[in-house]
């Protein structure tokens, strides 16, 4: 990879954790997903920093940004827009919603209804909006970065698997570590959201992006991807394997990792790394555990348990 491209990942990775103190592993999967024209579900218990994550990613970009807050009297026509009729002219004029930007903060989405969820599935797919018989296209880039509480149900509409299908990663963040906990209290070196300058244009995002659709993948790999995915298949412990859609996440999801490493080809620990992250919420665990977010937790399990099996190519 040349050195230019490698200097403006790490500018942007270090952009970022100016703001997400400890978590460089959870910034890396961010930046994954933008490298890999991917959305993001960032899944875990408030406080912890998830519409942080998603502010400071953002931030970080010369781009445009809008904050969608899901509620449950949201409607579809507030995220995609609505036809107004133009009296002067006679016609009706289109007036783009907040989804018409590059990168859209879609915070907690699971509070709003499945009507309203499902105004995203295709400009999550394919980039476009479908309206009153015309299509309008998406700007690019264009990333959704949408934010759940796995253990507040009240109130909420859990994400259908056809819509969780959209999300090329599923990650957590977590508690940060002592250390790094204490500099959060102590307020040196972090810096507030407010203060974060852009440090990429969206040309430049584009030109990354590009740049990683051109990673090699020996066949062997794309053998081990497809032996990763048949194995959610055939799994006693699944009942919804890992779709096609699925499977090209993974792989695009590995070369984004190759990519952010600086390297220009594919190595198995690419496809190991970002298994989990890829793939556990495309699946369906048969036998449900009874605590809240356990689900999620033993499908991450399983993925990690095949991954295992699977034999790595030499």
Known sequence: MSTPSLELIRRLESNVARVLVGKPEVVRLAVIGLLARGHLLIEDVPGVGKTTLAHAL???????????????????????????YDAKTGEFAFKPGPLFSNIVLADEINRTTPKTQSSLLEAMNEFQVSLDHHTY?????????????????????????????RFLLKIRIGYPG??????ILRGAGVVPLGQLEPV????????LQAATEKVRVEESLLDYVMGIVEATRRSPLLTLG???????????????????????????????????PALAHRVIVKARLERPGGAEVEAEAVIDGLVQEVPVPR
């Open 137 to 165: 296209p998406l700007p690019r880039p264009f990333m959704v970065l949408a934010t759940q509480n796995p253990l507040e149900y009240a109130g909420t509409h859990p994400l259908p698997e056809s819509q969780l299908d």
């Open 178 to 183: 002592r250390s790094g906990e204490k500099e």
């Open 58 to 84: 953002a931030r970080s970009l010369g781009a445009t940004f809008q904050r969608i807050q899901f509620t449950s009297d949201l409607l579809p026509s507030d995220i995609l827009g609505v036809s107004i």
């Open 242 to 276: 890992v779709s096609p859609r699925g499977s090209l996440a993974l792989l695009r999801a590995a070369q984004a990792h190759a990519m952010a490493d600086g390297r220009e080809y594919v190595v198995p620990d690419d496809i190991k790394q970002l298994a989990v």
């Open 200 to 207: 990429l244009s969206a040309d430049e995002v584009m030109d």
